[in-house]
Structure formats: structure tokens, C-alpha cells
């Protein structure tokens, strides 16, 4: 099989030409002007900007919550949302059970997406508990290609480490040349303010907000920045809401440490305005860490330009408004945290950074594709267009608009964050590995065609 797309504008995170791109089967064959060469299909790319496959290294897909519910999109249809939004790959994370051991998690993540998949996956292992054995684990797996190891320093009796076991898993992955991934929040803090707040009848969506200061999330990133340092690993901050928190990644990046950071489009858009929206529909916007105040909305932008900050993934992690966010319908703490996003990163970077002038298109390729590629080991075969590598492609309309909306959406979620919101710019085709999944608005793919992705270590650069 074999593709031919014609005249498009490639786009990479250096590069800006106009050039013909071939592909054999399921690699980038050759890239060069004016080809003419017979192909099975061909493409007509005019006015449109090619880009390598967007890649989004945050998502729960099917990930049970606390033990009453689960994430609202499963590995096909959360998947399938994200290729219609111009999404080839995805990390999603696989949880380690207390008392259990990390092969274990993995296995039952991978039988999830297992089958289900329509675009190319991989995972990061949560590390939540020092089970016998757990070096030597760490070890098989990053030979595995999990590369990548996350741990919170929220959500005690829980997912939470203490100080001393983040210092022993961040030695250890130091050993191995991994990169750790940090939910920075301070849990038990947070979870004095949250019983204060209880008490004091203070039991509606926007306490979920107030109970979790951007303090809270600048003090465990410091922490963890400083663990790291002293551990000698390299250390990626996901979801960063705010400036207090990007600060302290800004200060480590400056002095040289190998600190890295991502933020994702509800921190860009949404704020406690729309968490204090009357009545219960401020669940809609229950995630952690939560909406802040809207001046840090700027600051992230800013820190995105600046590479402060130097991903956009989207934390997606679904739940649906009638039976599931409102559990928590007399008090925050039962509303599942989490918002769907998968579909809509690079609609909503495009629109902000883009179109409104933060950022240039490189920039924009370089945040959805090519560094979170580059960190998390799978560059070059993706985040990049270039010979030899997966024919990962999107080919981007960057002048047709749309509203975002839950009625027309693909993520299987009863609301939209962004309802209403109007975007210039869009998939319009979108290619995994050579083959054409998305086209004229239509799924082309067949579910389970995503492969599992070894990954190597991470590149610092
Ligand atoms: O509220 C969120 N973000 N839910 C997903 C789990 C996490 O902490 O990333
Ligand atoms: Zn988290
Ligand atoms: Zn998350």
C-alpha cells in the first residue's frame, strides 16, 4: 500500500516547506518537491499544513475511580475521539494496586487497551507502594519499554509515597536512565483543609477549588524538584495550573536541572468562574490539580512560548455528568475528579497559541508532538516527519471552523469543558502508521488496529 500527499505545508517543530511526502506501507518513504510517482492513494494537501501525529502523554482511559466508578471513555472510544482530533499516539497510565506488584498493574492495563485500540499506545507505571522486589521490577520494565515511572504526592492512604520511598524510586530510576513523572500536591495538607471545610458545611463543587491552593501544588513541586535534585533524575511535573508552581520549574530549569514540565488546555481556559457556576454544574469542572484564579491563565501561555513549560497533554480522564459526577451531588469529595479533553488538545493550543498569536506553528508542533516524542522515547519513529519514520500524519485545515460541543464531540461524555467554543482549525485527515483513520468527518479504522509501542529512554535535549 501505498500514499502520496500532495502540496501540503510541512510543519515540523524546525521546519516550515512545501514538499510532496511518500509513503510505503507504514513509513515516510520519501519527502521531496514535486514528486511524481504512482501511488495507491493520493492526497491533495494544498493550503493545508502536514504535521506529525499528535501525541498525548496524559490520559486514564477505563481507569477505575476510588472504587465506585470508572473513567466514561474505554480504550476504543477514548482512542477513537483522539484521532478525530488529530491525536496518533497516546501514554495512558497504569496503576499499581497497594500490596501488589507493578507487572501486575501493567498487565491489567494492557489487557485493556488490548483489542481496543485504534491508534498507538503505551503506558507509564504508577508506583504507589514498595512491594518486595520493586528495583528489580522497575528494571524489567523499563527493558519493556515502560520508561517512564509517575507518583503523587497527593491522595494519601492512597496513591501517595512518602518523601523517603519518592527519594528511593527516584534513586532508582536515576540507576536506570527513566524519567519520573510527579503529581505535585500536598495530600495530607489538602486533606486537613477538605475536613475543615466539611465541617464547616462547606459541601459544593467550587470547595473542591478552595480546598486545594496553588501553595499546595508549588510546595510538592518544589519538593520534588529538590528530592530529584539530590536523587540525581530527571523529573517531569505533570498537569502545571499555575504560576507559583511554574516558578519554582522555571528557577530549576534556569540553575540547570533536568526538570521538565506540561500543562493541559483546562488550565488555559477554564478558571473558578466556571467552577462557582450556580447550582451542582460546577461538578463538570471537578479535576485535581483544580481550576485557579484566571491570571495564571496567561502566565502558562507565556511559559509554553517560553519553554518553561514544554507540553500540552490533556490529563483526560472522563466522567459523565448524570451518574457519575454526581455522586457527589451533597459534598465535593464525592464528585470524581477528572475532565475529557482527548479530542480537543490540539483544537484549543491551535486557537490560543496559533491563531491568537502566542505562539508560531513550529512551536505549536514542537509542544503536542515532538518534545512530549522526545521525552518519553519515541523519537524519531514519532513526533517528527522525516524519512524512515511512522507515517503518523495529520493534515491540518487550519481555516475551517467549528464549534466544540458535546452533541457533536466523539468522547463518550454527556458535556463538553469548552461548549460553545468556536475554532479555527482542524483535522481533516488523519494517518496512523500509513493508514487513513480519520476522513470527511468519518472513523475509517478498525478498532484494536493501535500497536503497544516499546519506548526507549527519554532524550533530555
Ligand atoms: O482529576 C484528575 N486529574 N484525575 C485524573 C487523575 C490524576 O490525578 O491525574
Ligand atoms: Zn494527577
Ligand atoms: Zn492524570
Given at each position: 500500500m501505498s500514499t502520496l500527499i500532495k502540496n501540503g505545508r510541512i510543519i515540523t517543530a524546525d521546519e516550515d516547506y512545501t514538499a510532496d511526502i511518500f509513503i510505503e506501507n507504514e513509513t515516510i518513504s520519501l519527502i521531496e518537491k514535486n514528486l511524481t510517482i504512482e501511488a495507491d492513494i493520493i492526497i491533495d494537501a494544498k493550503g493545508k499544513l502536514v504535521i506529525p501525529g499528535g501525541i498525548d502523554v496524559h490520559t486514564h482511559l477505563d481507569m477505575p475511580y476510588r472504587?465506585?466508578?470508572?473513567?466514561?471513555?474505554?480504550f476504543k472510544s477514548g482512542t477513537i475521539a483522539a484521532a478525530f482530533g488529530g491525536t496518533t499516539t497516546i501514554i495512558d497510565f497504569a496503576n499499581q494496586t497497594k500490596g501488589k506488584s507493578l507487572k501486575e498493574g501493567l498487565e491489567t492495563w494492557m489487557k485493556k487497551a488490548d483489542g481496543k485500540s485504534v491508534i498507538d499506545y503505551s503506558f507509564h507505571m504508577a508506583v504507589t507502594d514498595l512491594v518486595e522486589n520493586w528495583q528489580q521490577e522497575m528494571r524489567e520494565l523499563a527493558n519493556e519499554g515502560i520508561t517512564s515511572f509517575k507518583l503523587f504526592t497527593a491522595y494519601p492512604n492512597d496513591l501517595m509515597l512518602d518523601d523517603g520511598s519518592i527519594f528511593k524510586v527516584m534513586s532508582e530510576s536515576a540507576n536506570l536512565g527513566t524519567l519520573i513523572l510527579m503529581h505535585a500536591e500536598n495530600g495530607p495538607v489538602i486533606d486537613l483543609i477538605i475536613e475543615q471545610m466539611l465541617s464547616e458545611g462547606k459541601v459544593e463543587p467550587k470547595y473542591h477549588a478552595l480546598s486545594r491552593p496553588v501553595a499546595a501544588e508549588a510546595e510538592a513541586t518544589y519538593r520534588a524538584i529538590a528530592i530529584s535534585e539530590m536523587a540525581g533524575t530527571p523529573l517531569y511535573i505533570v498537569h502545571l495550573t499555575c504560576d507559583d508552581a511554574l516558578k519554582k520549574v522555571a528557577e530549576a530549569r534556569s540553575k540547570g536541572l533536568p526538570v521538565f514540565a506540561e500543562t493541559c488546555p483546562q488550565y488555559l481556559y477554564l478558571s473558578i468562574d466556571d467552577i462557582s457556576?450556580?447550582?451542582?454544574?460546577?461538578?463538570?469542572?471537578?479535576?485535581?490539580p483544580p481550576v485557579r484564579e484566571k491570571f495564571h491563565q496567561e502566565k502558562l501561555w507565556a511559559g509554553l512560548k517560553s519553554n518553561d513549560l514544554q507540553v500540552a497533554a490533556t490529563d483526560h480522564c472522563p466522567f459523565n455528568f448524570k451518574g457519575q459526577k454526581d455522586l457527589g451531588k451533597n459534598d465535593f469529595t464525592k464528585i470524581p475528579n477528572g475532565g475529557a479533553g482527548i479530542e480537543n488538545r490540539l483544537h484549543l493550543t491551535f486557537q490560543g497559541g496559533v491563531n491568537e498569536g502566542r505562539f508560531s506553528l513550529n512551536r505549536w508542533v514542537d509542544i503536542i508532538s515532538t518534545t512530549p516524542a522526545k521525552l518519553f522515547g519515541l523519537y524519531p519513529q514519532k513526533g517528527n516527519i522525516s524519512?524512515?519514520?511512522?507515517?503518523?500524519i495529520v493534515i491540518w485545515d487550519p481555516n475551517t471552523e467549528h464549534t466544540i460541543s458535546a452533541e457533536t464531540h466523539?468522547?463518550?461524555?454527556?458535556?463538553?469543558?469548552?461548549?460553545g467554543m468556536k475554532i479555527k482549525g482542524n483535522a481533516e485527515t488523519v494517518l496512523s502508521r500509513g493508514e487513513i483513520i480519520i476522513a470527511e468527518d468519518k472513523f475509517k479504522g478498525k478498532t484494536g488496529r493501535g500497536n503497544f509501542v516499546k519506548r526507549r529512554m527519554p532524550v533530555l535535549g
Open positions: 472504587g465506585i466508578t470508572t473513567s466514561s471513555d474505554d457556576k450556580p447550582g451542582f454544574e460546577g461538578a463538570k469542572f471537578v479535576f485535581s524519512v524512515g519514520a511512522d507515517a503518523d466523539h468522547m463518550n461524555c454527556d458535556y463538553s469543558l469548552y461548549e
